[in-house]
């Protein structure tokens, strides 16, 4: 069983699969071929094969120049760091309007150890009757 990928980038000349759905590089298929098809076809235009999609039969290949490359890999890395965490933790606090100052400078020091801690947090004030 092949392990997935999690970086993108040139698989190189390692290719496990026989029979490739190739995309050149500027995004029009070039249909099914062979294997070693493939790899000529990279040698010839002095470019990189690299995975897309390996879940969907054959899997998806496309021809890349070494820019593309990394242009693709900022792009995935700025997503990844616009999409929330996993295990991302939200604390909340709720207190009433009327709460005393030394109970309300203590939780003032509560929230900013949760902020240091990059909590997200969430204060509700009821009003006091």
Request: one cysteine or more; charged letters at 30%; hydrophobic letters at 35%.
């Amino acid at each position: 069983q092949p392990k997935s990928k999690a970086a993108f980038g040139s698989v190189g000349r390692r290719i496990p699969y026989r029979i490739l759905h190739v995309i050149n590089q500027d995004g029009e298929s070039l249909g099914n071929m062979h294997r070693a098809e493939a790899l000529r076809l990279m040698d010839e235009h002095g470019l990189k094969l690299v995975l897309l999609r390996e879940n969907v039969e054959p899997p998806v290949y496309r021809l890349m120049t070494g820019q593309q490359i990394h242009e693709e890999q900022l792009k995935r890395a700025e997503k990844k760091k616009a999409s929330p965490k996993q295990g991302m933790c939200t604390k909340e606090l709720s207190f009433s309007s009327a709460i005393a100052k030394n109970d309300l400078e203590t939780k003032t020091k509560q929230i900013a150890q949760w902020i240091d801690k990059r909590h997200h947090v969430k204060v509700t004030i009821r009003q006091a009757k």
